[in-house]
DNA sequence: TTTTATGTGTGACTTATATCACGGTTGTTA
DNA sequence: TAACAACCGTGATATAAGTCACACATAAAA
């Protein structure tokens, strides 16, 4: 639940998740968290290679979801390392693809598919991360989607008359796919 | 109006834009495109950076708006020069932070804002890149923001009655702001 | 000039989602 | 055990946007 990142913060090294999972999000002016993606162990944060290497402020706010070991690597390893070692530039340049397409995928679910679908892939993805066993609110889920607590509701109810969760209070269970 | 780079094309080499502007879309399954952002002069495309490095293909679909020279970089350069140059290193960061943030700028405008004003910042842009006379239906915007043509007319008659834009046919002339 | 294609304007309607206003349930604290 | 807070369900209604139908205007082609 700590909060690793906020936004405006200026970042002065790139962060490799060692483990745990980080969760991302977009903020708007009136503090609404608009989740983007994860980010799990061996991953890291494209957003602060780039910023780092220019010392500029986070665009992103990122969120400790799990008990998480973060490394913090000094801008000027980075750039050492970059022309160095080549494996480092690989794993750099994979991650930000990995990143820029998380990106596109977001950008592709709220432009072009409706609410059941994304909370669909948003469910999906979550017990990807943390198993099938969701501890979380309708109200949680609302947040991260941008959407109101009553229309996930709604769409879980929908979900569960076709058999592919179980809803407990506080949490909510997976069961088919 | 030329395809410069069809969503699962292979990519072969990083692509410089020397002059003239190129727009960038998402495309869905049913071939809708929608409009992501603009390159122009002195700007890279980032994706074709990234996948270049890995030979993967396309994910976005690139189209030239103007008549445009573009450079196309073999990706053994790629890689030689980023570990030799640290202007190059300097410009490449550069170009992936702007085209990330370009991309999050995207998702706030989708995730956040009404048609009105997403419309207002797409008309900012055009005139921006294109002046203030835009040779453009109102199907073409209608396409670009994922929309529909009698959406986009009542919202730019809105924006006409407010003295923003005079609409003439097939051409939308931006004048405050 | 007539025809045809393309672009625009507008009312009526539909749909997805958001919001409001409740009431009910469960778990926690006093 | 009472009372309180957090969570959930659900009908009613509101709103933004998309869709349909059609009229009309302009420009190009025949």
């Given amino acids: 639940g700590e909060t690793l990142l906020k936004v405006g913060q200026t970042i002065r090294s790139t962060m490799l998740i060692l483990n745990g999972i980080v969760k991302l999000y977009r903020e708007d002016d009136e503090g609404k968290e608009f ?4 980010l799990d162990a061996g ?12 010392h500029e402020t986070s665009e992103i706010l990122a969120k400790a979801l799990t008990d998480a070991t973060i490394l913090a690597i000094p801008l000027a390893f980075m750039e050492q390392w970059m022309s160095k070692y080549k494996s480092w530039y690989q794993f750099v340049i994979t991650s930000y693809r990995n990143r820029f397409e998380e990106l596109l995928k977001t950008i592709d679910a709220i ?16 017990v990807n991360k943390l198993g099938s066993n969701l501890k979380m609110t309708h109200q949680d889920i609302a947040n991260d989607l941008n959407s109101s607590r009553e229309v996930i509701s709604r769409l879980l109810k929908k979900m569960e008359a076709k058999n592919w969760v179980v809803i407990h209070r506080n949490s909510i269970e997976w069961i088919k796919h």
């Fill in 43 to 54: 991953q890291a944060c494209s957003l602060s290679m780039i910023c780092a290497a220019k």
């Fill in 35 to 38: 989740f983007i993606y994860h």
């Fill in 111 to 126: 432009a072009f598919t409706n609410m059941d679908e994304r909370l669909e892939d948003y469910l999906k993805k979550q």
